[in-house]
Nanobody, 124 residues
Framework: QVQLVESGGGLVQAGGSLRLSCAAS????????MGWFRRAPGQEREFVAT????????YYSDSVKGRFTVTRDNVKNTAFLQMNSLKPEDTAVYYC?????????????????WGQGTQVTVSS
C-alpha cells in the first residue's frame, strides 16, 4: 500500500514558477511510474506528466511540454513537478499518482494510488 502526500502548491502570478513535491511511503518507490494530473473547476481530471520508475522515461501533455519538468529522487522517495512560465489556465488542483506496471499510462483510472491534491492558482 502506497501513501502519497503532495506539497508546494500556492498562489503565483502568471509567468512565475512553482515546484510541487510528492512524498511516497509504504512501497518500493522505484517500482512505480509516478504521474501528475490536475483538475480545474468544472473540468475532468487531466494528465500532466509521468515518469518511469528509474526516471529514464518521461511524458508530458502538449499543454505543459516545454514549461513543466517531472523528476524523481528514488533515495528520498519523492517525485517533483517543476512548473515554469505558469499561465492562468494552469490553475487547478494538482495530484500525484502511482502506477505499478511496466507500461505507462495517461489515464487516471490506471493509477492505483493517489495523493490528496494541492491547489495551484495562477493570477493574471
Amino acid at each position: 500500500q502506497v501513501q502519497l502526500v503532495e506539497s508546494g502548491g500556492g498562489l503565483v502570478q502568471a509567468g512565475g514558477s512553482l515546484r510541487l513535491s510528492c512524498a511516497a511511503s509504504g512501497g518500493t518507490f522505484s517500482n512505480y511510474w509516478m504521474g501528475w494530473f490536475r483538475r480545474a473547476p468544472g473540468q475532468e481530471r487531466e494528465f500532466v506528466a509521468t515518469i518511469a520508475g528509474n526516471g529514464g522515461i518521461r511524458y508530458y501533455s502538449d499543454s505543459v511540454k516545454g514549461r513543466f519538468t517531472v523528476t524523481r529522487d528514488n533515495v528520498k522517495n519523492t517525485a517533483f513537478l517543476q512548473m515554469n512560465s505558469l499561465k492562468p489556465e494552469d490553475t487547478a488542483v494538482y495530484y500525484c499518482a502511482a502506477r505499478q506496471n511496466w507500461m505507462t499510462s495517461r489515464l487516471p483510472r490506471e493509477y492505483g494510488y493517489w495523493g490528496q491534491g494541492t491547489q495551484v492558482t495562477v493570477s493574471s
